[in-house]
Each structure stands twice: as structure tokens, then as C-alpha cells.
């Protein structure tokens, strides 16, 4: 895959979504507060057009971006249920110290836990790399199919992957979220003005949201499926 070439394109398909369509990216910042549509709208863009969807069809949409984050939920069982059986002895040693007479936390009762924390934290964070993995593939492999069970097709899923190759598809998915998390880290900062900087953020994320999809469908592509 070229890297280069691929965020290029990325980033030209995001400026052909906005540029000079300028009540598309007001609906666009809208739909970021009503996340199902803005899924929906991904789900659009998945599905491989080269020219950027219009903000039509709200209900379409919406019900598109409802299967997104149904199918997210599930993908991520895995990922909370290792994170609350790991956090539910903190929890509970810290109610018993609350409900009980002393008036400070004894932290030392605390210790034995932290190495079970531990793991499961690296457990949960190695279910979540897997799951990003799979996922990534699995929610376009739904959208180009309109079928949901199609997000739970391991099996073509992971021979589309092989078709991307292994080191490729991990390669180019770790060059994205370096680049979404330095972009999301500036949003942030921009937020944080006074009155105007969450109405900035509104229009920025879409952005965000939009470079990345069509990133993920570039790399999809490269199976030739």
C-alpha cells in the first residue's frame, strides 16, 4: 500500500466534502452531536464512492448509523467484560473501607490487587487491538453488503486481511490513529477557548471523522475486493 497516497487522497476527499459545500458541513456538524447520522454518513463512504455522499436521506442514515454503533457494542463485550471483572475487587475493597468506621482509605489493602489489575488492563488492551482489527474491516464488509451479520464473518474477514497482508494492514492502521490522535489532541486544545471553541470543534471533528473513513476504505481496497 502507498502510505502517502492514500492519506492524500484522504485528505482531498475530505476537502471535496466541505469545500464550497457549505451546508453540507453545517449538516455534517450537526450530525457529530446526533452520531448515528454522522455513522450513517460513514457507512456511505465505506462503500466506496469517490465522489463525497450528500446529506440526504436522514432516516437511511440513521438507521445505517445505529447498525454502526450496535455492531461496535458488541465488538466491544469482550474488551468490558475483562475490565469490569478486573476492577470489581478494587470496587468492592473500596466499599468496604467506605462503609466501614474508619475515616481515611487504607491503601495498602489495595496492593494485592494491583498486579491482577495489571493484567487485566493488558488483557483488555490486547482484546482491544484485536477487536480494532477485526472490526475495521468486518463494519465496511457490512456496509458494502448490507447485511449486519457481515460484521461477524471472521472468516472473510480475516481473509481480507490476508488479501491486504498482515504487516501492511497493521502498518496502516497504526499510521492513522498516530495521525487521528495528533488531531484529536488539537481539537481538544481548541475546545478549551472560551465560548467559540466547542462550536470550532464541531465543525473540525467531522473532518476528523471523514479523512479516516475514507483512509479505511483506501485500505480495504488494497484486498481488490
Request: hydrophobic share 55%; glycine share 8%.
Amino acid at each position: 500500500m502507498d502510505y502517502k497516497n492514500a492519506l492524500l487522497d484522504a485528505a482531498q476527499f475530505t476537502h471535496d466534502t466541505v469545500w464550497g459545500y457549505w451546508k453540507r458541513w453545517f449538516i455534517l456538524a450537526v450530525w457529530t452531536i446526533i452520531f448515528p447520522l454522522l455513522g450513517g454518513y460513514v457507512m456511505d463512504i465505506f462503500r466506496g464512492n469517490s465522489v463525497p455522499p450528500d446529506c440526504n436521506d436522514w432516516v437511511r442514515r440513521f438507521i445505517d448509523g445505529i447498525k454502526y454503533l450496535v455492531a461496535g457494542l458488541i465488538y466491544s463485550i469482550p474488551v468490558i467484560i475483562v475490565l469490569v471483572i478486573t476492577f470489581i475487587p478494587v470496587f468492592m475493597e473500596f466499599i468496604n473501607q467506605v462503609t466501614s468506621e474508619t475515616t481515611e482509605l487504607n491503601f495498602d489493602a489495595f496492593l494485592p490487587l494491583l498486579m491482577p489489575v495489571i493484567g487485566g488492563i493488558i488483557v483488555a488492551i490486547i482484546l482491544g487491538i484485536i477487536v480494532t482489527l477485526l472490526f475495521t474491516i468486518g463494519i465496511i464488509r457490512m456496509a458494502r453488503t448490507n447485511r449486519f451479520l457481515e460484521v461477524f464473518n471472521f472468516s472473510e474477514i480475516l481473509k481480507t486481511i490476508g488479501k491486504i497482508g498482515w504487516g501492511t494492514y497493521i502498518i496502516a492502521l497504526i499510521i492513522i490513529y498516530v495521525i487521528s490522535f495528533i488531531l484529536g489532541m488539537l481539537i481538544n486544545l481548541i475546545i478549551e477557548a472560551p465560548y467559540i471553541g466547542i462550536i470550532i470543534a464541531l465543525f473540525l471533528w467531522p473532518l476528523v471523522t471523514i479523512f479516516e473513513s475514507r483512509y479505511f476504505t483506501l485500505l480495504y481496497e488494497e484486498s481488490g475486493e
